[in-house]
């Protein structure tokens, strides 16, 4: 791997990173999942590809927050499945990261669509 792959593999991870708390709480928006059913759900997106490695724990952080709730219910004869729904205080939270997410997407696109006519001068910061 060259180095411009290395930086832009290390970029992906940051930006996934940065935003799997948003994802998560999306995909809970107005509906309740099981935690591989969401893990899938996840896993089916590109750009929100995890591991249950990484899920489980922040599920568990989103809970302690009171973010999310789960609760075990058990389904026939198969094991029971912990399902995770979001709280209030989650839904006002997707609310107010989905403001920050749009606002963050749309100064970028306006950056990119309105390149300045020269550099910015180097004030050697």
Do not use: H
Request: glycine share 6%.
């Amino acid at each position: 791997m060259n180095s411009t792959e290395a930086l832009m593999e290390k970029w992906e991870v940051q930006l996934r990173k940065g935003t799997l708390e948003l994802a998560i709480l999306a995909a809970l928006q107005q509906r309740t999942l099981y935690g591989l059913e969401l893990l899938k759900l996840l896993q089916s997106l590109p750009s929100t590809t995890i591991t249950e490695g990484t899920l489980y724990p922040l599920l568990d952080r989103l809970k302690r927050d009171e973010l999310v709730d789960a609760q075990w219910v058990q389904e026939g004869e198969t094991r029971p499945r912990k399902y995770y729904q979001l709280t209030p205080l989650g839904n006002k939270k997707l609310t107010d990261l989905t403001r920050l997410w749009r606002q963050s997407v749309s100064d970028i696109e306006w950056l990119l669509a309105n390149p300045g006519p020269q550099p910015l001068p180097n004030t050697g910061v």
